[in-house]
């Protein structure tokens, strides 16, 4: 039986990409994504969803008098299409606590930064590259976790990190995780498709 997948993307979508070159590779198997869902109406994920023959759903939030109505619509969207693994890549908006708990165990995030640093509210996009250049660290890189009611906050499952540059800028280092990115997210997708990981107590495992 296939995992069905949705992802949920506000932008470009290339992390949703790394995922659907995954399968058509076939390095992951028994996976489809069964939707793609967008806040964003110009968000370029949509079109690299229908340009790969999969579902592309524009929801507005202007429709909905407010953040719990928005977010129960997705989730009716992702019950009748009986999805398994919600992915949310670069998709900007906070879940709500009825959304976290509908898909418990079920939803995970790529973030660009080694979680718990540089992460959290406000962190998004070039602003998690520039704090990291701004502190002056060695090493950033990206993480896969669990997401749970808060911000950043759930079991992370996967990360890799990368070298921080003497003359690195915020956007040379986006860039450099942008790749660890697209490694890491459809290697977590082919851990679930597997049925290799394990969310309990709080805690994210990887089986062998
Ligand atoms: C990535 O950096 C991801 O970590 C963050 O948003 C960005 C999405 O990039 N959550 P793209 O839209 O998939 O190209």
Redesign the pocket.
């Known amino acids: 039986m296939s995992m069905k997948i949705a992802v949920l993307?506000?932008?470009?979508?290339?992390?949703?990409?790394s995922i659907i070159d995954g399968i058509s590779s076939g390095s992951i198997e028994a996976t489809e994504i069964s939707c793609v869902i967008s806040n964003k109406k110009n968000a370029y994920?949509l079109e690299r969803a229908s340009k790969n023959d999969i579902e592309a759903i524009y929801v507005g939030e202007k429709a909905f008098t407010s953040s719990d109505a928005y977010n129960e619509e997705i989730v009716k969207i992702l019950t009748k299409r009986e999805i398994d693994l919600v992915v949310?890549?670069?998709?900007l908006k906070v879940l709500s606590p009825f959304f976290v708990r509908s898909f418990k165990g079920k939803i995970i995030?790529?973030?660009?930064s080694l979680i718990p640093a540089f992460c959290g509210k406000g962190f998004?996009?070039m602003r998690v590259h520039e704090a990291v250049i701004e502190a002056g660290v060695e090493t950033s890189g990206?993480s896969v976790h669990f997401v749970d009611e808060g911000v950043d906050t759930g079991p992370i499952i996967l990360q890799r990190t990368v070298q921080i540059a003497e003359n690195e800028t915020a956007e040379s280092l986006?860039k450099k995780?942008?790749e660890i990115?697209h490694e890491i997210l459809p290697e977590v997708v082919k851990l679930f498709s597997q049925g290799r990981i394990v969310f309990s107590n709080g805690e994210a495992r990887i089986n062998n």
Not at 88 to 91: D, I, P
């Open positions: 993307a506000s932008g470009n979508g290339s992390d949703l990409q994920a949310l890549a670069g998709y995030n790529i973030h660009p998004y996009g990206a986006a995780v942008l990115e």
